[in-house]
């Protein structure tokens, strides 16, 4: 039995400033660095045989940091189906420009609607569809394997990882948090 250990990248500028990030490439702050570092701390005394990051450097630069201490990872894999929800059109924009530009409801409806799409960006259905795929080939891959693979990723994919190896209801899903400073753990 393989195990899996994800987590969020530490928090970037654009988390600090409450902007919707999507596939922009927001940088770490000192804090995301320290989140990471703390994630390096709870996994220190773990094993871990491969590695799995998106292309986005939060996702990288936290990546790096937690690996700094497992020279027995050989294989890091860049896969970006666990890439944050594209927020389209939000990109870039403020969550309060979006409030005042057009109602609270929309903003919620656009941040946590499960099959809801701001303009020319992802619904956390479609991000679901993408990250199932990438479960089925962990599956396939590793199942069995007796592997150890950290996975740095981000909120809306874990989010989506969660539902699925949870078995958690829609509801539950659109209402989590998902925090910098923790890992979550599965077996495959």
Request: charged letters at 25%; one cysteine or more; aromatic letters at 10%.
């Amino acid at each position: 039995m393989s195990t899996i250990y994800i987590f969020r990248h530490g928090q970037t500028e654009f988390n600090r400033d409450q902007k919707f990030t999507g596939w922009l490439d927001a940088k770490l702050t000192d804090l995301g660095r320290e989140q990471a570092q703390t994630i390096a701390g709870l996994l220190v005394d773990k094993v871990i045989n491969l590695a799995y990051q998106t292309r986005l450097s939060r996702s990288v630069e936290t990546l790096d940091i937690v690996l700094k201490s497992h020279p027995e990872c050989r294989q890091r894999i860049t896969d970006d189906r666990l890439i944050e929800r594209s927020y389209g059109d939000l990109a870039g924009l403020t969550h309060q420009e979006v409030i005042n530009g057009l109602s609270i409801g929309t903003y919620e409806q656009w941040h946590r609607g499960f099959y809801d799409q701001p303009p020319g960006g992802e619904s956390f259905a479609d991000v679901e569809n993408r990250v199932m795929e990438f479960i089925a080939d962990l599956k396939t891959q590793y199942s069995g394997k007796n592997l150890v693979i950290a996975i740095s990723a981000h909120g809306n994919s874990i989010r989506l990882f969660r539902k699925i190896m949870e078995d958690a209801s829609i509801e539950e899903t659109c209402s989590w948090s998902i925090p910098y400073d923790k890992y979550y753990e599965y077996r495959i």
